[in-house]
């Protein structure tokens, strides 16, 4: 399988600025009390997809990797269409 060109990459990364902001603050739906900071877009090399690195703003400040679609993905509260994460 031929990989995907590192323009095509530049470009996907600089097309999701549009769905998330780089150094912004979102929580989480199951703890809307705990802060995230998105620190960068990156790459997910396996599966040459945008994806996002945020760091947890409570306790040890952990980063985190998530798939930019999981990120901005809705998802189902008791039968209530809810936003993953909310820009704070």
């Known amino acids: 399988m031929a990989h995907v060109p590192l323009e095509e990459l ?9 769905e998330v902001e780089v150094g912004a603050r979102y929580v989480h739906y199951k703890d809307p009390t705990k802060e995230y900071v998105i620190t ?16 947890a703003q409570y306790d040890e400040r952990v980063s985190f ?3 930019l679609s999981s990120f901005v993905a809705i998802v189902d509260v008791d039968g209530t269409p809810t936003p993953r994460f909310t820009k704070v």
């Not at 997910?44 to 690195?53: D, H, N, R, W, Y």
């Open 10 to 18: 530049a470009k996907r990364i600089e097309d999701a600025k549009r």
């Open 40 to 55: 960068e877009l990156a790459i997910l090399e396996a599966a040459e997809e945008v994806a996002v690195v945020y760091q």
């Open 65 to 67: 990797i998530r798939p």
